[in-house]
């Protein structure tokens, strides 16, 4: 299990970034787990973040845990519909 923590922002203006920097912790990882616990600043471009994140480790036979998740992380996914397929964990409240 490999621990990959997301920064404090992530928005439209620097998701491509942030993704970028993903990429290769996501593919060296057999078992990645992606902790949220740091992200402040988020809007909808995170939840597209994790979603292409669960898409690559899908794709690479990889399970994907999502750790920490602040509660507007967790609100965006359940008003966009994938709260489930996420699966978020919450983070301390």
């Not at 923590?5 to 993903?22: C, F, G, K, W, Y």
């Not at 996914?77 to 996420?86: C, E, H, I, K, S």
Request: hydrophobic share 55%; net charge negative; proline share 8%.
């Amino acid at each position: 299990m490999t621990t990959i923590a997301l920064p404090a922002r992530i928005t439209m203006s620097d998701a491509r970034a942030t993704l970028a920097q993903l990429q290769p912790l996501l593919q060296a990882a057999d078992a990645p787990v992606i902790d949220a616990s740091a992200l402040a600043d988020l809007d909808t471009a995170a939840i597209a973040l994790l979603l292409d994140c669960r898409r690559q480790a899908q794709a690479a036979g990889k399970p994907l845990q999502v750790v920490g998740a602040p509660p507007k992380l967790a609100q965006l996914a359940t008003l966009y519909g994938v709260a489930d397929l996420l699966a978020l964990q919450p983070g301390a409240a």
